[in-house]
C-alpha cells in the first residue's frame, strides 16, 4: 500500500486505485508530528511509506503542502490518497434483512448482529451493512472524506454488536456529524468483562493510541502526552462469579475505546481475542472449571460487547430520541450460564 499524490483521479492505468481519506483533527488532540497522526490513523501504511508521501508532497494539510515534522494542530484538515490493489468499484447492493428499530425520512437506526462488517474494506467487500443499505435504499448521502459509506455517521467494530445510527438525508448527514464531532450523541454499552473493578463506578481518562508492535491492538497511556484523550464512564450492573456485566458510556469515540480501556484496568472483555479476555483471566485453572469456560467461548465466539442505547438531537424536530435495545442471545446465554455454575456453590 503507497500513499499516493492528492489528486481528482480515481483510478489510475496501473491496475491499482486511489482511495481519499480526510481527517479532521480532534480539538482535544495535543501537539504531534504530522507523519504521526498518520501512522495512528492508517493502520496498513508503514511510518516509511508516510514520511516518503509527505516529502513528496502527497499529503496535504489545510490545502497546503507540510513537512513530516508539522505540529498537527486542533481542528486541522488533513486529506491524503493511497494508492491500493485493485478492488470493486462499486458496491454491490446485497438483499440482506436488517433490524430496524426505528426510521423515518431523515434517520434510520439498525440493531446490527455480531460478525456483520460495517462497510466494505479489506477482505469484507461484501456482505457488509452498507450492501445491506444500497440495497433497501436509495441515494444516502455520504460524509465528506468518507466516500463509498453511504449513510454512516459511525461505526462499531464487525464483532461488537448493537445500535447505529444511518442518516438518510443530507440534513441529517451533517448533523449528526456535528454531533459526533463535539461528542454530544449519548451512547451507552453493556459488556460482560473477566473479575470485578475495585470501584463499582468509575471514569476511565486514560489515552489511547495504536501499538507500535501491533497495529491491530490500541493501548492505553496514563500519560497525557502519548496517545489521544479518551474518557469511558462505567458502572458495574451485576457481578456473575468471575465475570461482570457492566455499562460503559462514551465521553469520547476512539477505536476500541472500551476494549482497550478494559484491558488496561486488567478486566478485558470476556472472549476478546484481540486483548486476551479469550483466556482464563480470573479463577482457577482446574480442568474442569477450565473446560466451563472453554464451553463458554464456544457459545459467545466474539468479545461480549453490546452497544445498547443510542440518543441525539433529532436533526429536523430538534428534539432529544432516545433508543435502546436488548443484549444479544448469546451474551443473554453466557450470563444463565455462568449463573447456574455459580448457584451450587451458594449451597
Known amino acids: 500500500m503507497n500513499i499516493g499524490k492528492y489528486q481528482n483521479q480515481r483510478k489510475m492505468s496501473s491496475g491499482k486505485i486511489i482511495e481519499k481519506q480526510s481527517f479532521f483533527v480532534d480539538e482535544n488532540?495535543?501537539?504531534?508530528?504530522?507523519?504521526?497522526?498518520?501512522?495512528?490513523?492508517?493502520?496498513?501504511?508503514?511510518?516509511?511509506?508516510?514520511?516518503?508521501?509527505?516529502?513528496?508532497?502527497?499529503?496535504?494539510?489545510?490545502?497546503?503542502?507540510?513537512?513530516?515534522?508539522?505540529?498537527?494542530?486542533a481542528n486541522d484538515n488533513i486529506k491524503v490518497e493511497i494508492f491500493k490493489n485493485e478492488r470493486p468499484t462499486e458496491i454491490k447492493p446485497e438483499d440482506i434483512s436488517l433490524d430496524?428499530?426505528?426510521?423515518?425520512?431523515?434517520?434510520?437506526?439498525?440493531?446490527?448482529?455480531?460478525?456483520?462488517?460495517?462497510?466494505?474494506?479489506?477482505?469484507?467487500?461484501?456482505?457488509?451493512?452498507?450492501?445491506?443499505?444500497?440495497?433497501?435504499?436509495?441515494n444516502l448521502p455520504e460524509m465528506d472524506g468518507n466516500e463509498g459509506r453511504p449513510g454512516l455517521v459511525h461505526r462499531i467494530d464487525k464483532e461488537t454488536s448493537g445500535l447505529l445510527v444511518i442518516a438518510k438525508t443530507q440534513l441529517a448527514m451533517n448533523s449528526l456529524s456535528a454531533q459526533f464531532k463535539n461528542h454530544s450523541i449519548k451512547r451507552k454499552y453493556q459488556a460482560l468483562i473477566w473479575g470485578m473493578p475495585i470501584e463499582k463506578e468509575g471514569t476511565i481518562n486514560v489515552n489511547l493510541r495504536r501499538?507500535?508492535?501491533?497495529?491491530?491492538?490500541?493501548?492505553?497511556?496514563?500519560?497525557?502526552?502519548?496517545?489521544?484523550?479518551?474518557i469511558t464512564h462505567y458502572k458495574v450492573i451485576e457481578s456473575i462469579h468471575y465475570i461482570t456485566l457492566i455499562e460503559c458510556e462514551l465521553e469520547t469515540g476512539r477505536t476500541h475505546q472500551i476494549r482497550a480501556h478494559m484491558k488496561y484496568l486488567g478486566h478485558p472483555i470476556f472472549c476478546d481475542k484481540t486483548y486476551g479476555g479469550d483466556l482464563v483471566v480470573k479463577g482457577n485453572r482446574f480442568t474442569n472449571y477450565k473446560k466451563f469456560v472453554e464451553n463458554s467461548f464456544k457459545i459467545i465466539n466474539r468479545q461480549a460487547l453490546h452497544a445498547k442505547s443510542l440518543g441525539f438531537v433529532h436533526p429536523k424536530t430538534k428534539k432529544e430520541v432516545f433508543f435502546d435495545s436488548e443484549l444479544p442471545s448469546d451474551i443473554q446465554e453466557i450470563i444463565k450460564k455462568w449463573k447456574k455454575y455459580e448457584a451450587p456453590r451458594d449451597h
Open 100 to 138: 430496524i428499530v426505528f426510521e423515518d425520512r431523515h434517520v434510520l437506526i439498525v440493531n446490527k448482529p455480531p460478525g456483520m462488517v460495517v462497510h466494505p474494506a479489506h477482505e469484507n467487500w461484501e456482505g457488509t451493512l452498507v450492501n445491506a443499505l444500497m440495497f433497501h435504499f436509495k
Open 211 to 230: 501499538s507500535l508492535k501491533d497495529r491491530r491492538i490500541i493501548e492505553g497511556f496514563a500519560e497525557n502526552t502519548l496517545g489521544k484523550k479518551a
Open 29 to 73: 488532540q495535543g501537539p504531534i508530528r504530522l507523519d504521526k497522526f498518520l501512522f495512528d490513523k492508517l493502520p496498513n501504511v508503514t511510518r516509511n511509506k508516510i514520511q516518503e508521501g509527505i516529502k513528496n508532497n502527497h499529503v496535504v494539510v489545510n490545502n497546503k503542502n507540510v513537512k513530516a515534522s508539522y505540529k498537527v494542530k
